[in-house]
T-cell receptor, first 117, second 113 residues
């Protein structure tokens, strides 16, 4: 079974600064996807960024980028130029790329990020 | 374009009762998954429906059941409610090629008293 670990229960950052959220995972699979989701107080889970394991290039979406280290099974999220609207719970998630359990997201415990003005 | 719509938004039930939660997927999506999220925790996978059939299931008892209709909407039913069933229930939809990630609804907050 896959496991996802987020070791930082809470993080805080000043507006306009950069913050990095950590995530490690455990799997014996070679084909899989990794995701970062954001959950603000509105409760809706919003996809921030996705990474395909077979792609070596790190994914980037505007101010959000990842550092994907496949051998180390590490998948950190960097948020640049932090904004007040980035305040939310952030979840790292894993999904197998095929076979049984394809389509099942396994989430970490989450990291609460607070952006201060 | 409406995203994933869930109803109701909040619900209070008594132990032993039964509850039905509803989900309308994003337009064009054919796959619906349900997750249970306890307070302060990450979501846990309950099951997934595709082409009106349960494609896979997480570690939840048979008290949790579901259904998908021809228009791809879905229901989650929970029988014999326990206090521990109190949680946020999230519905997520996608196209069958789900490597692109899911679109989530805002959830139904279920409180069992």
């Amino acid at each position: 079974a896959q496991t996802v670990t987020q070791s930082q229960p809470e993080m805080s950052v000043q507006e306009a600064e950069t913050v990095t959220l950590s995530c490690t995972y455990d799997t014996s699979e070679n084909n899989y996807y990794l995701f970062w989701y954001k959950q603000p107080p509105s409760r809706q889970m919003i996809l921030v960024i996705r990474q395909e394991a077979y792609k070596q290039q790190n994914a980037t979406e505007n101010r959000f980028s990842v550092n994907f280290q496949k051998a180390a099974k590490s998948f950190s999220l960097k948020i640049s130029d932090s904004q007040l609207g980035d305040t939310a719970m952030y979840f790292c998630a894993f999904m197998r790329g095929g076979g049984t359990s394809y389509g099942k997201l396994t989430f970490g415990q989450g990291t609460i990020l607070t952006v201060h003005p | 374009d409406a995203g994933v719509t869930q109803s109701p938004t909040h619900l209070i039930k008594t132990r032993g009762q039964q509850v039905t939660l509803r989900c309308s997927p994003k337009s064009g999506h054919d796959t619906v998954s349900w997750y249970q999220q306890a307070l302060g925790q990450g979501p846990q996978f309950i099951f997934q429906y595709y082409e009106e059939e349960e494609r896979q299931r997480g570690n939840f008892p048979d008290r949790f059941s579901g259904h998908q209709f021809p228009n791809y909407s879905s229901e989650l039913n929970v029988n014999a409610l326990l206090l521990g069933d109190s949680a946020l229930y999230l519905c997520a939809s996608s196209l069958e090629s789900i490597g692109y990630g899911y679109t989530f609804g805002s959830g139904t907050r279920l409180t069992v008293v």
